[in-house]
């Protein structure tokens, strides 16, 4: 079974400037897709960005970019510029690709971010 | 852009009362998930459908129903709720299930909020 682990409940940034938060997993499968999704406090899950795991290139989405260390399992989110609307928990997110599959996402336990003025 | 659409967004059930939550999407997808997040916890599976007319158990399965009623519709059943029940459940779908051959994401609805009294 594959588990996910975000170590920082809660992390502070201010606008303009840029935040990293952490995220490891531990999969036994080789092909598998990793996401981060927002939640607002409207409590709706917004997709942020999707990384392949059998792509050596780190996916980027505007302000968002991704850190994919495959080896250590590890997949980080940078966001740059902070806006006062990304206040919001992150989640990350792992699915599993192979053959038996079945579209489940296992999440992380989640960080609240909070951007200040 | 609906998207996906869940109802009620609020309920409050005594112990032992039933009661179904309603989930639709517009997006022609052909896979539907249930999925419940307790306090501070990620999101975990209770229920999918991979296509119309069938459905299969996740992670949490226990004390709930679901019934795929057409390709749209997605429907989840507690029969006799439970304080331990108290969560926001999220409907979500994706246009295929397996990651490996659709290369999609899931989309999320805005989440119902379930209190058990």
């Known amino acids: 079974a594959q588990t996910v682990t975000q170590s920082q409940p809660e992390m502070s940034v201010q606008e303009a400037e840029t935040v990293t938060l952490s995220c490891t997993y531990d999969?036994?499968?080789?092909?598998?897709?990793l996401f981060w999704y927002k939640q607002p406090p409207s409590r709706q899950m917004i997709l942020v960005i999707r990384q392949e795991a059998y792509k050596q290139q780190n996916a980027t989405e505007n302000r968002f970019s991704v850190n994919f260390q495959k080896a250590a399992k590890s997949f980080s989110l940078k966001i740059s510029d902070s806006q006062l609307g990304d206040t919001a928990m992150y989640f990350c997110?792992?699915?599993?690709?192979?053959?038996?599959?079945?579209?489940?996402?296992?999440f992380g336990q989640g960080t609240i971010l909070t951007v200040h003025p | 852009n609906a998207g996906v659409t869940q109802t009620p967004k609020f309920q409050v059930l005594k112990t032992g009362q039933s009661m179904t939550l309603q989930c639709a999407q517009d997006?022609?997808?052909?896979?539907m998930y249930w999925y419940r997040q307790d306090p501070g916890m990620g999101l975990r599976l209770i229920y999918y459908s991979a296509s119309e007319g069938t459905t299969d158990k996740g992670e949490v399965p226990n004390g709930y129903n679901v019934s795929r009623l057409n390709k749209r519709e997605f429907s989840l059943r507690l029969e006799s709720a439970a304080p331990s029940q108290t969560s926001v459940y999220f409907c979500?779908?994706?246009?295929?299930?397996?990651?490996?051959?659709?290369?999609?994401?899931?989309?999320f609805g805005e989440g119902s909020w379930l209190t058990v009294v």
């Open positions: 999969t036994s499968e080789n092909n598998y897709y």
């Open positions: 997110a792992f699915g599993d690709a192979g053959g038996t599959s079945y579209g489940k996402l296992t």
């Open positions: 979500a779908s994706s246009e295929l299930l397996h990651f490996a051959k659709s290369g999609n994401t899931i989309y």
């Open positions: 997006m022609n997808h052909n896979s």
